[in-house]
């Protein structure tokens, strides 16, 4: 079984360029945050749960649903290319 190393740690370095996937809770959690491409591919394949650059984890699902980009991850990102 391939598994990446999961960190649990919010030292992760983001060397891809992340993408925008909504949440699919159901709560009031409702943003669209950013993932790396790598991880949100494996995460559809898989069913396993994704990390955002915020550190928001759940299991992404194709929706298209649209929903108001997560600030967090929008500074996050913003960082990143600098
Ligand atoms: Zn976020």
Same mark, same amino acid.
């Given at each position: ?6 960190? %649990? ?5 983001? %060397?891809?360029?992340?993408?925008? %996937? ?10 669209? +945050? ?19 650059? &915020? ?14 980009? &997560?600030?967090? &991850? ?6 990143? +290319?600098?």
């Amino acid at each position: 079984m391939m598994r990446k190393h999961m960190s %649990t740690s919010d030292g992760t370095t983001i %060397t891809e360029d992340p993408r925008l %996937t909504p949440t699919d809770d159901g709560d009031h959690e409702r943003f669209a +945050h950013y993932v790396p491409k790598a991880k949100l591919t494996a995460a559809l394949v898989n069913g396993t749960p994704v990390v955002a650059l &915020c550190g928001k984890v759940w299991v992404p699902s194709r929706d298209p649903e649209r929903y108001p980009v &997560c600030p967090e &991850c929008v500074d996050i990102k913003a960082n990143l +290319h600098r």
